[in-house]
């Protein structure tokens, strides 16, 4: 599909650099957020939180397109960023009981929506054929963000607990507000044309490659969530300290840093993505079902097999974007937003899902689903038009 695109290096340069900052920031607080549920509501079974808040994003990213057309990318932007620092402000001066748990969920949407518009940005910036590596760079740096985020976090924690996390979330976070107010210039209200939600959908059934995309996008997400909520508490529970999980989860998130680059270079130029979608697809699935097997207390195991489910994620996430971001442009928010609901629509299952599985069986069990659930992914990676 022909579409009209620009290259602009310098914005593509600014916004990575941002992205560093934006990975740290969300990071800093994802791994600790389900042990501030579970503190501040007094229950294990925290994926309700995550329900509520990725219910709110989803309706959201679904009439984004419209909020786009009206207000423009940038000034969207800058609107979730300062309600990011109000919210954090917020939570620095008051308890966590339930009215922390609301602004908790708060910071969870406006951070998505800032993520949803960074991207929607960079793809104005952004060209066809650049895609892998453009995409690669962007990840690769706001992975870098990422691969600090735990360890950094969990000390903090482990000495000024909570206050400690928000005071350090409200320094970056009115530091990225700060780049993107004074550096960025206000991004454009573009868009192809006026569609309804029905229209969008409509759209994407049309366009096979997208839907299946679509598919894979979604259990990368809802591998994600299922990791972010239940595998701190997961380890906790085998006896495992929260020093020794910031040590695992950083060790856990290199292969984000090393690998992501290389392989959207490589999409680019050599294999395109189908092909290594179906090796990182096998491998995040039978990486997830050892954790069923594994009762070890060792750094260094869990370190491994989380590291190895890392690998398989990093490469489908790149992958996913390279593939995605090679049929549409920037005007196609509609379709950006749509693909974006995979996240917000992954945590709600997820939430759904892994909450009757506990309540039937263990937190050990949500990891033979999660398999499951990877592995069903092959089935649209085979059914992908492979972008060489």
Do not use: C
């Not at 309600?83 to 969920?105: D, M, N």
């Not at 406006?110 to 940005?121: A, H, K, S, Y």
């Not at 097997?293 to 750094?299: A, C, E, L, P, R």
Request: charge should be positive.
């Amino acid at each position: 599909m022909l579409h009209h695109e620009k290259l602009n290096l310098k914005k593509i340069r600014i916004i990575s650099a941002v992205s560093l900052l934006v990975g740290l920031s969300e990071a800093f607080f994802l791994y600790i957020m389900s042990s501030f549920f579970k503190l501040a509501s007094g229950t294990e079974n925290v994926g309700v939180f995550y329900l509520i808040a990725y219910g709110v994003i989803l309706i959201i990213f679904l009439n984004l397109h419209k909020i786009v057309r009206k207000f423009g990318k940038s000034d969207v932007l800058v609107f979730s960023l300062v309600s990011k620092v109000a919210i954090i402000t917020g939570l620095l001066f008051l308890p966590s009981g339930y009215l922390g748990i609301t602004l908790v969920i708060l910071y969870l949407i406006f951070g998505n929506l800032e993520w949803v518009m960074l991207d929607i940005i960079l793809e104005s910036y952004s060209i066809d054929n650049m895609s892998g590596r453009i995409r690669g760079t962007f990840l690769t740096i706001m992975n870098l963000g990422f691969l600090l985020g735990p360890f950094l976090s969990i000390e903090i924690f482990s000495k000024f607990q909570y206050f400690g996390v928000f005071l350090i979330l409200l320094i970056i976070n009115t530091a990225v507000l700060f780049i993107e107010t004074n550096i960025m210039e206000r991004a454009g209200k573009n868009l192809r044309s006026d569609l309804s939600l029905v229209s969008i959908f409509r759209k994407i059934a049309k366009r096979e490659n997208i839907l299946h995309i679509y598919l894979i996008s979604f259990t990368l997400e809802f591998f994600y969530a299922v990791m972010v909520i239940y595998a701190p508490i997961y380890l906790i529970d085998l006896g495992i300290s929260w020093k020794e999980i910031g040590i695992i989860f950083t060790i856990m998130l290199v292969p984000f840093v090393l690998f992501q680059y290389p392989v959207g270079m490589l999409a680019d130029k050599k294999l395109g993505e189908k092909e290594m979608l179906v090796g990182a697809v096998f491998l995040m699935g039978i990486s997830t079902l050892a954790v069923y097997f594994i009762n070890s207390k060792s750094i260094l195991v869990w370190s491994a097999v989380f590291f190895l489910t890392r690998v398989g994620a990093s490469l489908i996430e790149i992958l996913r974007d390279s593939y995605f971001y090679k049929r549409i442009d920037a005007s196609d928010v509609d379709l950006i937003n749509i693909f974006r609901t995979a996240r917000p629509g992954a945590y709600i299952v997820a939430s759904i899902v892994s909450a009757l599985v506990i309540f039937f069986f263990s937190i050990k069990a949500v990891f033979v689903l999660l398999a499951i659930t990877v592995f069903l992914a092959l089935y649209p990676v085979f059914r992908l038009k492979d972008s060489k």
